[in-house]
């Protein structure tokens, strides 16, 4: 399996543009995680998904992150309008069960200037 | 709010001898504890996952969970500069909502 597939691995936008990450999960598992990771606030959760459908999102920041995930191959993070502070790796995951064995992506390091 | 602390290091250790991370969480509720390893610029991978009081062990690793202290531990023996690495502390519910620790970086000097 070619494990979690995460794009684009860089981006660097300016502040208030758009910026769309992308996922696509391990055939099979039902579970996808969205991850922030900064220094200053390490690993944070920010939506999970259960066979498609959001199950929690108290971790999304504000109005401007969204999340879905159209069907179980793919799923995407929406930052509009973007902004410094949102600068940080976003990491994708997905799981089979409640295992607790998460696969991660290799990430998409996002730069808001 | 859950909470998990970690040290965030550097912790430096020499090669061949025993690496001790330590991890304290919040919710005296809490079932479920994971290790996972993030090497640089790389995402984290699972090392150890463990549920009940006691030890643990998987080749050079050792997890140990003190659910009265609400103190999870990472035992690494014959440390090995493979191993330098940031090592992430976690506590969920199964794969649902797992909250992460800061991490300690963890340094094996050859």
């Known amino acids: 399996d070619a494990g979690v597939i995460q794009s684009p691995r860089h981006e660097v936008t300016e502040m208030g543009q758009e910026v769309t990450l992308r996922c696509k999960p391990i055939?099979?598992?039902?579970?996808l995680f969205w991850y922030r990771q900064t220094m200053m606030r390490g690993l944070e959760l920010l939506i999970y998904?259960?066979?498609?459908?959001?199950?929690?999102d108290s971790g999304m920041p504000e109005d401007r992150f969204s999340a879905k995930m159209p069907n179980a191959s793919f799923s995407t993070l929406k930052i509009q309008p973007s902004e410094p502070r949102d600068s940080a790796v976003y990491f994708c995951?997905?799981?089979?069960?409640?295992?607790?064995?998460?696969?991660f992506g290799e990430g998409s390091r996002l730069t808001v200037l | 709010q859950k909470e998990v602390e970690q040290n965030s290091g550097p912790l430096s250790v020499p090669e061949g001898a025993i690496a001790s991370l330590n991890c304290t969480y919040s919710?005296?509720?809490?079932?479920?504890f994971f290790w996972y390893r993030q090497y640089s610029g790389k995402s984290p991978e699972l090392i150890m996952f463990i549920y009940s009081n006691g030890d643990k062990e998987d080749g050079r690793f050792t997890a140990q969970l003190n659910k009265a202290s609400q103190y999870v531990s990472l035992l690494i023996r014959d440390s090995q500069p493979s191993d330098s690495a940031t090592y992430l502390c976690?506590?969920?519910?199964?794969?649902?909502?797992?909250?992460f620790g800061q991490g300690t970086r963890l340094t094996i000097n050859p």
């Open positions: 919710d005296r509720g809490s079932q479920s």
């Open positions: 055939s099979g598992h039902d579970y």
């Open positions: 998904f259960n066979n498609n459908v959001p199950i929690d």
């Open positions: 976690a506590e969920g519910e199964g794969a649902q909502k797992l909250v």
């Open positions: 995951a997905s799981s089979f069960g409640v295992s607790g064995e998460l696969f």
